[in-house]
T-cell receptor, first 113, second 114 residues
Framework: QKEVEQNSGPLSVPEGAIASLNCTYSDRGSQSFFWYRQYSGKSPELIMSIYSNGDKEDGRFTAQLNKASQYVSLLIRDSQPSDSATYLC?????????????FGKGTKLSVIP | DGGITQSPKYLFRKEGQNVTLSCEQNLNHDAMYWYRQDPGQGLRLIYYSQIVNDFQKGDIAEGYSVSREKKESFPLTVTSAQKNPTAFYLC?????????????FGNGTRLTVT
């Protein structure tokens, strides 16, 4: 059973701080990794994808991947109250089709004004 | 604008009734998926289809059925055999030709069965 683990939170950070969200996965052969943001009552929205070791930056978001340690993280700089949501980590094991995408249960982030 | 349309947004049914959730996409994606989300749980795959007239069971297919007669459409029927049908249902699609593509989600249908 391929697993994706996230701390459920809630993770509370003050406005303007850096929020750090972490995700570990069990399949060492995993090749693609995604972060989705899900507001309460809404559907997931893709915010970052990463495929290679290292950092990938997009605006205030940075995804970090370490395949040797089997973790992927998402940093949100200058956190805003509008960033308050649940963040889902998704991993595609061993380069299989997208139907094998495995989701974590999500980390709830609360940004305090 | 291209996207995935799920309807209705909210659906209420009595126990014992079948109900069909609609999913239409105009992204020209080959693959489509149905997921179920329960509070505090990850997304669980119900069914997926990679081409027209073909679909495969996911992790929790029991009590559900699908069809894929057109590329744009992938309706999900929740049958009376599904023991706990109340959930948030998400339809998704992914573009052709790449294994590592992310999923694009519709806005979801919240089904309540009493």
């Amino acid at each position: 059973q391929k697993e994706v683990e996230q701390n459920s939170g809630p993770l509370s950070v003050p406005e303007g701080a850096i929020a750090s969200l972490n995700c570990t996965y069990s399949d060492r052969g995993s090749q693609s990794f995604f972060w989705y943001r899900q507001y309460s009552g809404k559907s997931p929205e893709l915010i970052m994808s990463i495929y290679s070791n290292g950092d990938k930056e997009d605006g205030r978001f940075t995804a970090q991947l370490n395949k040797a340690s089997q973790y992927v993280s998402l940093l949100i700089r200058d956190s805003q109250p509008s960033d308050s949501a649940t963040y889902l980590c998704a991993v595609n094991p061993s380069g299989a089709g997208s139907y094998q995408l495995t989701f974590g249960k999500g980390t709830k982030l609360s940004v305090i004004p | 604008d291209g996207g995935i349309t799920q309807s209705p947004k909210y659906l209420f049914r009595k126990e014992g009734q079948n109900v069909t959730l609609s999913c239409e996409q105009n992204l020209n994606h080959d693959a489509m998926y149905w997921y179920r989300q329960d509070p505090g749980q990850g997304l669980r795959l119900i069914y997926y289809s990679q081409i027209v007239n073909d679909f495969q069971k996911g992790d929790i297919a029991e009590g559900y059925s699908v069809s894929r007669e057109k590329k744009e459409s992938f309706p999900l029927t929740v049958t009376s055999a599904q023991k706990n049908p109340t959930a948030f249902y998400l339809c998704a699609s992914s573009p052709p030709g790449t294994r590592n593509s992310p999923l694009h989600f519709g806005n979801g249908t919240r089904l309540t069965v009493t």
